[in-house]
Antibody
Framework: EVQLVESGGGLVQPGGSLRLSCAAS????????MNWVRQAPGKGLEWVAN????????YYVDSVKGRFTISRDNAKNSLYLQMNSLRVEDTAVYYC??????????????????WGQGTLVTVSS | QSVLTQPPSASGTPGQTVTISCSAS????????VNWYQQLPGTAPKLLIY???QRPSGVPDRFSGSKSGTSASLAISGLQSEDEADYYC???????????FGGGTKLTVL
């Protein structure tokens, strides 16, 4: 069964740091672009970042550039999101998602499947 | 404010057909295919439609997608109570160099 399981969420003060993990199983993790998507309480979905199979390309939404870093360990079938300088507005459930059918150079025509169950990050004093 | 525009809510009675729209600009929907995701209450999003009109295995053919120019639509026919969920459209945006989502449409089955 193809599965993604996030962990690492919790309560952190503004300005603090947190590292999220996503454990993949049931597929060849090293063959896929991977993504982080977040959802603030009661709000819609917002794509956060993605990373190519070999980490040679990474993209971020403007609001997290310079604060968040996406990475992966293909040997451990794991995806990570290092979040620094956290703000109240970063409070959200964070989902990892596999990108399907990316080309060798981009994911313009791809889609997300599957998604993990999410991990809640709360930034509050 | 989301880059892709969806109506915040939609409703229908069992058996009816409901359509949810998604519109934006030439840098996203106009250039790239649209995907739709269903989020049942309290759960993670799930892929519903990919590449404008393709259904993954396991998704009933009551769900269909279409795209024309800078707009896309999701149609749900033979509405059932279990279709109550939030629905999101998404596409790659060439200008932002990232994925963009619609604000989501909450579907209520009356």
């Amino acid at each position: 069964e193809v599965q993604l399981v996030e962990s690492g969420g919790g309560l952190v003060q503004p300005g603090g740091s947190l590292r999220l993990s996503c454990a993949a199983s049931g597929f060849s993790f090293s063959s896929y672009w991977m993504n982080w998507v977040r959802q603030a309480p009661g709000k819609g979905l917002e794509w956060v970042a993605n990373i190519k199979q070999d980490e040679s390309e990474k993209y971020y939404v403007d609001s997290v550039k310079g604060r968040f870093t996406i990475s992966r360990d293909n040997a451990k079938n794991s995806l990570y999101l290092q979040m620094n300088s956290l703000r109240v507005e970063d409070t959200a459930v964070y989902y990892c998602a596999r990108a399907r059918d990316c080309s060798s150079t981009n994911c313009y025509k791809a889609w997300f499947d599957p998604w993990g169950q999410g991990t809640l990050v709360t930034v509050s004093s | 404010q989301s880059v892709l525009t969806q109506p915040p809510s939609a409703s229908g009675t069992p058996g009816q057909t409901v359509t949810i729209s998604c519109s934006a600009s030439s840098s996203n929907i106009g250039s790239n295919p649209v995907n739709w995701y269903q989020q049942l209450p309290g759960t993670a999003p799930k892929l519903l439609i990919y590449r404008n009109n393709q259904r993954p295995s396991g998704v009933p053919d009551r769900f269909s997608g279409s795209k024309s120019g800078t707009s896309a639509s999701l149609a749900i026919s033979g509405l059932q109570s279990e279709d109550e969920a939030d629905y999101y459209c998404a596409a790659w945006d060439d200008s932002l160099n990232g994925w963009v989502f619609g604000g989501g449409t909450k579907l209520t089955v009356l």
